[in-house]
């Protein structure tokens, strides 16, 4: 697919959505942290439910994308603390830097680019890629935002009973005991999953309109290249090693691409992890991503 086919075929409706919430968010009073909220705890939870409960994806087909997902995450994490403390960057923004360097927006903009690139038949695989790095995002953002108090283990607990893992979970317990939940259910749970990607890609622009002025500091910078390179290059590569071809590895090429998730800006204002610094990162390397995501789908598989 060609560059300027990717840009306006595939990023161009996710874009324009975003640009939906950037602009009438302000005028309609529409904040975006409520409808974070009800993304995080009703949209998310039904999405996932809905994709994986009776999904064909097979268990070590999940556990490749996986250690995939993770590799490049905390590849991409390490290298963007490493570099901002080397500049001289404090605990805090070395902190707020391994976040924003491994925690990728795989939900927001990254179920629906996964889609539009390599069609909806996509979206288990990319169910599951989303879980696998938001649990460990997670844990990360929060354990190093506590890591002064020795919570780590509280972070762990916070994150895996999070509503998304929590309905993963329940939705891998249905899928492998081959049970079948009422049809009033299962079509319910669908209507509303079905809100989850324009909700969350309007709230993304709401949220972009809300941070106003972006701070081109190292530590804003580094977690940029590191989200959009290197986590995209080491992911890539540790798929090709566990055996991921096809859609399978282009899927992990381009959900490991996405920017930072709208995620870190929640956890680090209810953390108090640099949220300015975190702001600021989210929304350069979201812009950013305009240009390095197309190269992404251009040479994924």
């Not at 923004?93 to 179920?111: F, H, K, P, Q, R």
């Not at 049809?183 to 809300?210: D, K, N, W």
């Amino acid at each position: 697919m060609a560059f300027l086919g990717v840009f306006l075929n595939v990023l161009g409706p996710v874009a324009v959505v975003i640009a939906g919430g950037y602009l009438m968010g302000p005028r309609l009073g529409i904040e975006a942290r409520p409808l974070s909220r009800l993304a995080f705890w009703v949209l998310g939870p039904a999405f996932m439910f809905d994709i994986l409960w009776d999904s064909n994806l097979s268990g070590g087909v999940a556990v490749r994308l996986a250690i995939a997902g993770v590799a490049g995450l905390v590849v991409a994490a390490a290298v963007g603390a490493a570099v901002v403390r080397t500049l001289g960057g404090s605990r805090q923004e070395w902190s707020a830097a391994a976040m924003t360097s491994g925690y990728g927006n795989v939900g927001n903009t990254g179920l629906a680019i996964s889609v539009f690139a390599l069609g909806p038949e996509i979206l288990p695989a990319a169910g599951v890629f989303m879980l696998a790095v938001n649990v460990p995002g997670m844990v990360l953002g929060i354990g190093l935002a506590q890591a002064e108090r020795g919570s780590l283990w509280q972070a762990l607990r916070i994150a895996l009973l999070a509503p998304m893992p929590v309905a993963s979970f329940f939705a891998f317990a249905v899928n492998v005991t081959g049970s079948t939940p009422p049809l009033i259910a299962t079509r319910a749970i669908s209507l509303v999953a079905g809100a989850l990607i324009p909700v969350m890609l309007f709230t993304l622009g709401a949220q972009l309109a809300e941070t106003g002025r972006v701070s081109l500091v190292p530590a804003v910078t580094v977690p940029t290249v590191a989200k959009l390179v290197v986590a995209p290059a080491v992911a890539a590569m540790t798929g090709i090693v566990v055996g991921l071809e096809d859609e399978l590895l282009a899927l992990t090429v381009i959900q490991s691409a996405m920017p930072p998730a709208v995620f870190c800006m929640v956890i680090a204002l209810e953390q108090e992890l640099a949220p300015k610094l975190v702001t600021s990162t989210v929304v350069f390397a979201t812009l950013a991503a305009a240009l390095t995501v197309p190269v992404a789908i251009a040479v994924a598989p």
